[in-house]
């Protein structure tokens, strides 16, 4: 995954967070009525589910339960109103 995916689906995901149109599910976790716990459900459902694929050796299943963890953590950095460079400003620190 490149840099510029992580870009263009921050991107897109803040669209959804002004615009909110109806059909999307991006914009129906920032109106949900549980608020920000329906994304942190997710979050924890996708991380069993990761676990789960990991003990399995599934590598397909692996890649699929990740992106969702990824796309899920996204839409919780944006609720936050944080953003990658946020993200990435940590990472460097760890180094």
């Given at each position: 995954?490149?840099?510029d995916v992580l870009e263009e689906l921050f991107a897109v995901i803040e669209d959804r967070k002004e615009e909110l149109p109806e059909d999307?599910?991006?914009a129906s976790l920032?109106?949900?009525e549980k608020?920000?716990?329906a994304v942190l459900e997710k979050l924890g459902e996708e991380s069993?589910?990761?676990?789960l694929a990991a003990k399995d050796d599934d590598r397909e299943e692996i890649a699929h339960e990740s992106a969702d963890i990824v796309y899920h953590l996204l839409v919780l950095l944006a609720m936050k109103d944080m953003?990658?460079?946020?993200l990435r400003d940590e990472l460097?620190?760890?180094r």
């Open positions: 995954m490149t840099d999307s599910y991006t920032f109106t949900h608020g920000e716990n069993t589910e990761l676990l953003d990658l460079d946020d460097a620190e760890r």
